[in-house]
């Protein structure tokens, strides 16, 4: 059974970058078949989806933020991750790493990890 | 603003029926069969209660389930349970970009 965990740093400073990492276990990331994905949750708001990639590299954003996310992928280590850049108070989120099977739906998630922006 | 939407609340006792919808567009909700629901407890990850309209993953209550009309999805629950109380989001594919959309969000307060 697949699992997927989120790790980095809880607190950024407003202008740098957010980078956390999905590690991937009971399952390949290059099976194949999967886009491997992120989103976030503002406090008390609802979620809102970062992008996903494909083992293979191809990656699609949401355009409300694709001028500064960056999604890639390690096969090599089973992971992918996220770098967000240029961070304000407004992308203090739970970011969640997701799989999403090319059926369309997101499952299963991580646990979530909270990044709070904020010097 | 959340490119799908839901209501904000929805409240049922124990036993009854409920129904959630979630409203899109001929772009997406309508487009394509692959609206997902999700149930949220407070400080829980979401979990996969629906997909592709109205399929149940393995493991979810048969007390849920889904449909869909035109531009608008819906989730029912019935023989409502205290544990049922949460937040529950819809979402569909889009294909093109954004090619996934979120809806607000819809609280379930079990009375």
């Known amino acids: 059974q697949v699992q997927l965990q989120e790790s980095g740093p809880g607190l950024v400073k407003p202008s740098q970058t957010l980078s956390l990492t999905c590690t991937v276990s009971g399952g390949s990331i290059s099976s194949g078949g999967y886009y491997w994905s992120w989103i976030r949750q503002h406090p008390g708001k609802g979620l809102e989806w970062i992008g996903y990639?494909?083992?293979?590299?191809?990656?699609y954003y949401n355009p409300s933020l694709k001028s500064r996310v960056t999604i890639s992928v390690d096969t090599s280590k089973n992971q992918f991750s996220l770098k967000l850049s240029s961070v304000t108070a407004a992308d203090t989120a739970v970011y969640y790493c997701?799989?999403?099977?090319?059926?369309?739906?997101?499952?299963?998630w991580g646990q979530g990890t909270l990044v709070t922006v904020s010097s | 603003q959340s490119a799908l939407t839901q209501p904000a609340s929805v409240s049922g006792s124990p036993g009854q029926s409920i129904t959630i919808s979630c409203t899109g567009t001929s772009s997406d909700v309508g487009s394509y069969n692959l609206v997902s629901w999700y149930q949220q407890h407070p400080g829980k990850a979401p979990k996969l209660m629906i997909y592709?309209?109205?399929k149940r993953p393995s493991g979810v209550s048969n007390r849920f389930s889904g449909s869909k009309s035109g531009n608008t999805a819906s989730l029912t629950i019935s023989g409502l349970q205290a544990e049922d109380e949460a937040d529950y989001y819809c979402?569909?594919?889009?294909?093109?970009?954004?090619?996934?959309?979120f809806g607000g969000g819809t609280k379930l307060t079990v009375l």
């Open positions: 997701a799989q999403y099977p090319d059926g369309n739906w997101f499952d299963p």
């Open positions: 979402c569909s594919y889009a294909g093109s970009s954004p090619h996934v959309v």
């Open positions: 990639i494909y083992y293979s590299g191809s990656t």
């Open positions: 592709e309209g109205s």
